[in-house]
């Protein structure tokens, strides 16, 4: 079984660029989740693709878009960049589309860093 | 936005104590789940709670979903350096659309 994984593993970019982040579902799994997460904090959600269709997002501003493919898989888009979107951004896998006893495996990261 | 309240912040035992670490929530949660987080990686999950009640154990680690649907502990027992770690509880809001809310994490340090 493969797990989730996520590229690239860093990432450097300058205020008001664009960043396109990756991510590989688990085999089995249909639905892709995206959270933001802040040096000493809990991840945040940043919203979830099921069937190639946003399934729900969280407290995160337009720029923060997104896309899931035929084959699960997801991209995180992220546009103007600011210098507080520094953070580790978790992608997450499950299957169901977001139901209650859905359980989510999570991708090891990527570490973008906005300068 | 939304975040758990877990406790405590951090903690620094010896090597064979037991350890637990709680989470509460102002709303109920529907599903409770503990991960654990090493430096550079992704959250691995732990243990998953469904029902209000709950009593589930994974090796030395054993977690609760309270009766209120509005707390949850983790228990880890006879720690051991491995344990090293920072650990989440995390929350699915009864309601929500398959959004995790997360608690800020609680520190494990263990002294050999």
């Known amino acids: 079984e493969t797990g989730v994984t996520q590229s690239p593993t860093h990432l450097i970019k300058t205020r008001g660029q664009q960043v396109t982040l990756r991510c590989s579902s688990q085999?089995?799994?249909?639905?892709v989740s995206w959270y933001q997460q802040a040096l000493g904090q809990g991840p945040q959600f940043i919203f979830q693709?099921?069937?190639?269709?946003?399934?729900g997002r969280g407290n995160f501003p337009p720029r923060f878009s997104g896309l899931q493919f035929p084959n699960y898989s997801s991209e995180l888009n992220v546009n103007a960049l600011e210098l507080d979107d520094s953070a580790l951004y978790l992608c997450?896998?499950?299957?169901?589309?977001?139901?209650?006893?859905?359980?989510?495996?999570f991708g090891p990261g990527t570490r973008l860093l906005v300068l | 936005g939304q975040q758990l309240n877990q406790s405590p912040q951090s903690m620094f035992i010896q090597e064979g104590e037991d350890v637990s670490m709680n989470c509460t929530s102002s709303?109920?949660?529907?599903?409770w789940l503990w991960y654990k987080q090493d430096p550079g990686e992704g959250p691995v999950l732990l243990i998953a709670?469904?029902?209000?009640?709950e009593l589930t154990s994974n090796g030395r680690l054993t977690a609760q979903f309270g009766i209120t649907r509005k707390d949850s502990f983790l228990n880890i027992s006879a720690s051991i350096p491995s344990d090293v770690g920072i650990y989440f509880c995390?929350?699915?809001?009864?309601?929500?659309?398959?959004?995790?809310?997360f608690g800020k994490g609680t520190k494990l340090s263990v002294k050999p």
């Open positions: 693709y099921y069937r190639e269709e946003e399934n």
């Open positions: 995390a929350g699915r809001p009864l309601g929500s659309q398959g959004n995790l809310i």
């Open positions: 709670l469904y029902k209000a009640g």
């Open positions: 085999s089995g799994h249909n639905t």
């Open positions: 709303s109920i949660f529907n599903t």
């Open positions: 997450a896998s499950s299957y169901g589309g977001g139901g209650p006893q859905e359980t989510q495996y």
